[in-house]
């Protein structure tokens, strides 16, 4: 993963290294931004915030899934909401190939409400026709939400 824990410097573009946000219709209707005044351990986190009416917004980032096909991956990361309302925040982890979302899963129950920091984790079986995974952060409503410390990492074969 490249800036996991939100230690880089800010880009040049006012984004977040490594990161890239995705919303429903409405780019300006969230505001995602480095926070050095609330994290979960380090010098900062992602602070995710709607600013208008658009339903979702996600920060993510896909690699490639050469030697991943048959592994089990497990997404994890700390989160903190604060009047997350709607269904809250979800993290995401799915996998691309032929062109195309080949499989997913969403976070179960989505964190809504007022959350202090807590770790949360998602794991998906990485089929073997998969060309990168993709993982995220989403919130869906109003209300703020945190992200700090992801982790990616690969199950131990039973």
């Known amino acids: 993963l490249v800036n996991a824990d939100f230690e880089s410097t800010p880009a040049l573009d006012g984004g977040i290294e490594g990161w890239e ?21 380090g010098r900062a986190s992602v602070r995710i915030r709607r600013s208008g009416n658009d339903p979702w917004g996600m920060l993510h980032q896909t690699l490639p899934a050469a030697g991943l096909g048959g592994e089990t991956l497990e997404l994890s990361a700390w989160l903190r909401t604060d009047r997350a309302d709607g269904e809250g925040a979800i993290l995401v982890l799915r996998t691309l190939a032929n062109g195309s979302v080949d499989k997913h899963v969403f976070m179960k129950p989505p964190v809504a409400g007022t959350r202090d920091w807590t770790r949360y984790s998602v794991r998906l ?3 073997r026709n998969s060309i990168a995974v ?5 919130m869906q409503g109003g209300g703020t939400l945190w992200l700090d410390d992801v982790a990616l990492v690969a199950l131990p074969s039973l």
């Not at 993709?134 to 989403?138: F, L, P, S, T």
């Open 21 to 41: 946000p995705t919303t429903h219709a409405n780019q300006d209707g969230w505001v995602f931004a480095l926070d050095d005044g609330t994290m979960h351990a």
């Open 125 to 127: 079986a990485i089929p």
């Open 134 to 138: 993709g993982i995220g952060v989403m």
